[in-house]
């Protein structure tokens, strides 16, 4: 079936009865390059003791009522393979290789003049979601090198050297200051902190396809073509 992409957002709530329960609006009028979200995963924050969905789409990011997918605030955004990352009340996002932004989320309508606290023209990146640990963002730059910023700023604190790390790989964070750059090749964990200390490195010989992993009862999954992985102690 062919997508109408001037409709509908592909994102959708559904009920336990997998039926549709509503769908947002075309944004084509007000935002004519809008393609809806592009292989960015929502989230769902508690604002004020209320819930809001945060979608990252090609032109906009947006904070939806997920009863019924009314927006709450709305700000120019670029959504595209990498997702947002959420701390401290503020969202990250990104575009690789475009602009990037940090929005405080308790706005109301159009945001983009309030609550935008800073932007980057140009951020060197491709697919892989940043995460945010403390005052730093950490993501993986392009094929190999790490990046880390001020989440305050976003001035670049370090990039540093992952050999052969994909640029697909989105970080976990973990409670204990780790970071786990996985993929079903060169898999990296480092410090969270302000200089680049490694702390593991391992290599699965796979594809190393862009699949985000999954966390588990302490033990990682993550797949490729040909093979899902389980990774952790037995």
């Not at 904070?63 to 990498?82: N, Q, R, S, T």
């Not at 606290?117 to 950490?138: F, H, L, Q, T």
């Not at 990046?147 to 370090?158: I, M, N, Q, W």
């Amino acid at each position: 079936m062919k997508r109408d992409r001037l409709r509908a957002v592909l994102t959708v709530v559904l009920s336990a009865a997998l039926t549709l329960s509503w769908a947002a609006p075309s944004l084509a009028g007000n935002w004519p390059g809008w393609r809806g979200p592009c292989n960015t995963a929502p989230l769902v924050l508690d604002v004020r003791g209320k819930p809001q969905l945060i979608v990252a789409e090609s032109e906009v990011l947006r904070g939806l009522d997920p009863a019924g997918g009314e927006p709450i605030w709305w700000c120019k955004g670029w959504g595209f393979g990498a997702s947002p990352a959420y701390a401290a009340g503020l969202l990250y996002t990104e575009k690789g290789n475009e602009p990037a932004q940090l929005v405080d989320r308790t706005g109301q309508g159009d945001v983009t003049a309030t609550h935008v606290r800073w932007k980057v023209a140009k951020m060197p990146g491709d697919y892989a979601s940043p995460v945010i640990v403390g005052e730093y963002i950490y993501k993986i730059q392009k094929e190999g090198v790490v990046a880390c910023l001020k989440l305050a700023t976003g001035e670049p604190v370090f990039t540093g050297e992952l050999e052969g790390v994909s640029k697909l790989a989105s970080p976990v964070a973990t409670a204990d200051g780790r970071l786990y750059f996985v993929s079903t090749g060169k898999s990296y964990v480092i410090k969270a902190a302000a200089a680049l200390e490694v702390l593991g490195k391992g290599d699965l010989r796979g594809s190393g396809n862009g699949s985000s992993p999954a966390v588990s009862g302490g033990r990682i999954f993550i797949r490729d073509f040909d093979f899902l992985y389980c990774l952790g102690t037995k």
